[in-house]
């Protein structure tokens, strides 16, 4: 039992190595970059949020309104870390040569799907089924 599965493993990982074959060391080089470009953007704009926070002080109404802006931080703050989630996720499936496969059905993630999303998890169509099953 313990011999099939590690063969039904093996044949998994060689298809999806298979399946990166399509896109290019470059493509791949490309989608890295901006990988670390859009980490770096967030990262910034991260600790901008945090010191313009520390540095505000201000009556009642400003206090209010700090209140209110920090809910939105807070919300903002999640939306940012489910995308850190998914580009160090991008960024360890390149280094284990499994970028650009989705996740669910396993085939290539178009390249113009990547160039615009190059963390996304999923092919449009499996895709659309997350968002149907998420509502």
């Known amino acids: 039992m313990k011999k099939k599965k590690k063969i039904f493993k093996r044949e998994k990982q060689k298809e999806k190595k298979l399946h990166q074959k399509n896109l290019s060391d470059d493509f791949i080089k490309l989608c890295k970059k901006k990988l670390i470009a859009k980490l770096n953007e967030l990262q910034s ?48 499936k390149i280094e284990n040569s499994t970028y650009g496969i989705c ?31 998420s509502k």
């Open 103 to 133: 996740e669910k059905c396993g085939k290539t993630i178009p390249k113009k799907r990547l160039e615009v999303l190059p963390w996304v998890r999923y092919c449009i169509k499996c895709q659309t089924n997350v968002d149907k099953l």
């Open 45 to 92: 704009f991260s600790v901008k949020n945090e010191i313009n926070t520390m540095l505000e002080v201000g009556d009642e109404v400003d206090l209010a309104g700090h209140d209110i802006g920090k809910e939105i931080f807070h919300e903002l703050s999640d939306a940012q870390k489910n995308l850190l989630e998914l580009i160090n996720s991008a960024l360890e």
